[in-house]
Every structure is written in structure tokens, then in C-alpha cells.
């Protein structure tokens, strides 16, 4: 017997939205050949079985690069995403299952989800099969668009429905305690591991890019000139920064000693408190970090004190790649990003080593819940690591931290790689989520029911579906 609030998906429209760049972002071992890219934005409509309908929408950008490692051109990548994307129009258009989003979102997860990627696989004949993270990207427009639509239809902020009033079964019917924890999922609900009163100012963390300049010497002339600042003591100055991500190599242990060294003798005089070191799945074994950490606490004692967290040095196939990495985290946090697909993985990680999980809405709103509840109730860390947000894609983004509970605030870099006016009309409504002041982003205009995105104040022309269902 389901509940009188329970919905199904009526239908759903598919749009590829472009977003104006401005310099590039390095992923990995692949450097994009320009700025740039799109968004995938969903309208996904529900209907309560008395036949009251609503529309929400979900916004993810097509990360290739980032969810679809590989030494094949980008651009068949990108167009087996956008394909992909229109399989899961009519999947999510004919799915017939009903209740409370998170369980429409598991439900498709576990069943129709990893169906249609096989079945997609299938007709790739001679070219590299799409991995489950470039699947999850995809699909997760469609998932926050069914979250946001519940919220809408029952006139709420969706992140007030994830209990007992408005779901039908409890976490244990999705998440299992590991074997050596006390842990209990029962009568337990996404909302009993949220924090309450959600923020309205969350910490920002910068993204020093392994593109980026550190100083004028490094500036080659092809820099924007567009108001924006381009070095990075420019940005801290402006923003009010006091944390920052750093990506390194993985494969050039000097380069990613110099390097946060570098970015800490500027940031720390500016007043940087925190340090991430982000090595992106590059690393093959532990001991390449464990000797930049080491060295780091022999010779640069204050750099080392500013790392916070080390982020996800390791292949990104956790189940392929089980590297014990206790080591690591013994020196320092160790968090999962790429590799953290859902809870399960997440408990793989915890049986290696890991002790914290890099959230990200781009791998569903429903996979990213279910893996917060999971790694909170088994001790383990959070952060919400950003896919370069811009749009829509930024509030749920922002959103998640809020609720979840971070280590330390949100990633939010939208504003260093698109153009200045890539968000502009949801800037003109939500002006503190695309600025950084005082080193701190500021959601307190998300309000209403869904997601708070205020739909109907942004002023944004579409382009027309490039798939409906």
C-alpha cells in the first residue's frame, strides 16, 4: 500500500544547452582542446495517482573527459553521451514504477539503469563500451528532475519529504550495515543525517587547475580579457579565499611537491587556511603520496598543516583496482570522488582504506543521499566536490552540501572556467551562489518548493528538445 503523495513519471524532454568557456580545465591525464562545453538539461513531468501533475527540472554538465577516461577522441565520447541521453528520454518516459522519488531513482538504478547500458554497449560495435560513471552523469538530470518535480507537485522543498512521512520504506530496504559496524538502518531516513537548520552560507573552495597561472611569469598572452581574474593571487584577493584544491599529475612526483608548495607560500601570506590535493586518479600506488606527504611534513611543515583532505589519487575502478591505502590515510583524510559510484563502493573504499566520500549530484541526487547516509552512519567524512556547475546544475549542487554536512563547505568553480556571463540569468535570481564573497557562497535566496530553483524568475531562452518522451 503505497502513500496518497506517491508519483510516476508522465513524461520527459531532453536539452543540450551550450555554456561559453573560458579557460581550460585538465582532467586527469586529457586536456581539452578548447573552453567550453554543454549542459544536459531535463524537464521530467509527475502525476499523483488523483491526477495532479507537475514538471521539474535537472541540469548536469556533459563531462566527458571526467566521467569517461580514455585515449579515444573526446568527440565520440561526447556523442555516445548525448545518444545515451536520448535512450534514457524514452526509459524514463516509459517507467512505470511509482512512489517517492528516492524510490522511483533507486528503482531505476538498480534495474533499468545498468539494462540500457548493455544494451547501448551492445550496438558499439568495435568502439570503447561507455563506463557506468558516463551512464550515471548522463542519467542524473533525469534523476534530479524527478527529485525536484516531487517537491513541486506537493508544493514542499524536496529535501523536507526525505522521511517517514512521505517515503514508503525505510533505508534498510537500500543500504546494509558493513559486517563490523554498529550500525542499524531501520525506522532511518535520509532527513536523520541531515543538517538542521540547513545553512545559508557555505565555505568555497577554489580550483587551482594544472592549466593555471601562479604568477606573471607563467602567463602566456592568450589569457581572456574579460574582468575576471586569470592569476591566482588575483583570485584570493577578490573572493576572499581560504581554501583550495590543488591538482597535481600523479606521475611527476616534483611537480607535485613544487606545486603545493608554491600555492601555499601564496595562498597562506593572502590568508588561505585549507589545502586539498587532488591527484585524479593517476596514482598507482601508495607510496608515490605517502613520499609527498612525508617530504611535505619534513620540509614544509605549514603546507602540510593546510592540507585538509587528500582527494582520489587512485584508478577510479575501485572494484578493478582494490589498493590497500591505509597508508595514506594514516598521514592524511582520504576521500573517494570518481570511484564512488554508490554505497557499495563506498564500502569497499572503507574496507581499503578510505575514510571520506567527495559527493557529487552528477551521479544522481539519489545515489549521492543513499551514499551520504551510508558513509555518515559508518563514521566516514564528507565533501561535495563540483563538475564545474554552472546554471541550474549549480543550486542542487550547493544544495547537497548544505544538507550533508561537509568537512569543509563546497567546491564551486564555475565562475574560473565559463564566461562571466555563462550563468547570468540564474545569477540575476541567486546572486550568492555565482559569486564567492569572503570566501563563502550564500544560498539563502533558494527557497520554495523542489529545489528552490525559482524556475519561473529566470530568465533563460532554451533551445529546442533534442528529445522528447
Request: one cysteine or more.
Amino acid at each position: 500500500m503505497g502513500k496518497r503523495t506517491d508519483v510516476h513519471v508522465t513524461g520527459a524532454e531532453l536539452y543540450v544547452v551550450p555554456v561559453e568557456g573560458r579557460l581550460r580545465l585538465k582532467f586527469g591525464k586529457e586536456t581539452p582542446k578548447k573552453a567550453g562545453g554543454s549542459c544536459i538539461r531535463v524537464r521530467l513531468r509527475v502525476a499523483d495517482a488523483a491526477g495532479r501533475a507537475a514538471e521539474g527540472w535537472g541540469e548536469t554538465p556533459r563531462a566527458v573527459l571526467w566521467s569517461w577516461p580514455s585515449e579515444t577522441a573526446s568527440g565520440d565520447r561526447a556523442d555516445a553521451m548525448g545518444e545515451f541521453c536520448r535512450a534514457l528520454t524514452k526509459a524514463w518516459a516509459g517507467f512505470d514504477a511509482a512512489g517517492h522519488p528516492l524510490e522511483i531513482g533507486h528503482a531505476f538504478l538498480e534495474t533499468r539503469l545498468p539494462a540500457l547500458l548493455e544494451a547501448f554497449n551492445a550496438t558499439r560495435t568495435g568502439k570503447e563500451p561507455m563506463p557506468r560513471l558516463a551512464a550515471l552523469v548522463c542519467n542524473s538530470a533525469f534523476d534530479q528532475a524527478l527529485h525536484d518535480a516531487y517537491g513541486v507537485l506537493l508544493e514542499r522543498p524536496t529535501y523536507e519529504t526525505y522521511n517517514a512521512e512521505y517515503m514508503n520504506r525505510d533505508l534498510a530496504a537500500y543500504l546494509t550495515p558493513a559486517p563490523d559496524a554498529n550500525v542499524a538502518f531501520e525506522n532511518q531516513y535520509p532527513e536523520d543525517f541531515f543538517v538542521r537548520p540547513r545553512p545559508d552560507n557555505v565555505p568555497a573552495w577554489h580550483l587551482v587547475g594544472g592549466l593555471d597561472a601562479l604568477d606573471p611569469s607563467e602567463l602566456t598572452g592568450t589569457e581572456p580579457d574579460d574582468g575576471v581574474p586569470v592569476l591566482l593571487p588575483d583570485w584570493i584577493k577578490r573572493d576572499g579565499l581560504k581554501c583550495l584544491k590543488i591538482k597535481l599529475r600523479g606521475n611527476d612526483p616534483e611537480w607535485d611537491y613544487d606545486r603545493i608548495v608554491r600555492v601555499t607560500r601564496i595562498g597562506k601570506p593572502l590568508g588561505v587556511t585549507w589545502l586539498t590535493a587532488d591527484f585524479n586518479c593517476t596514482v598507482s600506488e601508495p607510496g608515490y603520496v605517502n613520499a609527498i606527504l612525508d617530504r611535505l611534513m619534513r620540509e614544509e611543515p605549514a603546507a602540510y598543516q593546510m592540507i585538509l583532505y587528500v582527494e582520489q589519487p587512485f584508478p577510479y575502478d575501485l572494484e578493478k583496482n582494490q589498493i590497500d591505502v591505509h597508508s595514506v590515510s594514516a598521514r592524511k583524510p582520504l576521500f573517494m570522488d570518481e570511484s564512488a559510484h554508490d554505497w557499495r563502493i563506498v564500502q569497499l573504499g572503507r574496507q581499503l582504506g578510505w575514510t571520506g566520500v567527495a559527493l557529487k549530484t552528477c551521479k544522481t541526487q539519489t545515489g549521492a543521499l543513499l551514499s551520504l547516509c551510508w558513509a555518515k552512519a559508518h563514521g566516514m567524512t564528507l565533501m561535495v566536490q563540483d563538475l564545474t556547475n554552472p546554471m541550474l546544475a549549480q543550486i542542487p549542487h550547493v544544495l547537497l552540501c548544505a544538507y550533508a554536512g561537509t568537512i569543509m563547505g563546497v567546491e564551486t568553480n564555475s565562475m574560473q572556467f565559463h564566461a562571466p556571463g555563462a550563468s547570468a540569468p540564474e545569477k540575476a535570481v541567486h546572486p550568492g551562489l555565482y559569486d564567492r564573497r569572503d570566501g563563502m557562497l550564500d544560498l539563502s535566496t533558494v527557497s520554495g518548493p523542489g529545489f528552490g530553483y525559482r524556475i519561473g524568475e529566470i530568465e533563460r531562452a532554451l533551445p529546442q528538445p533534442i528529445a522528447t518522451g
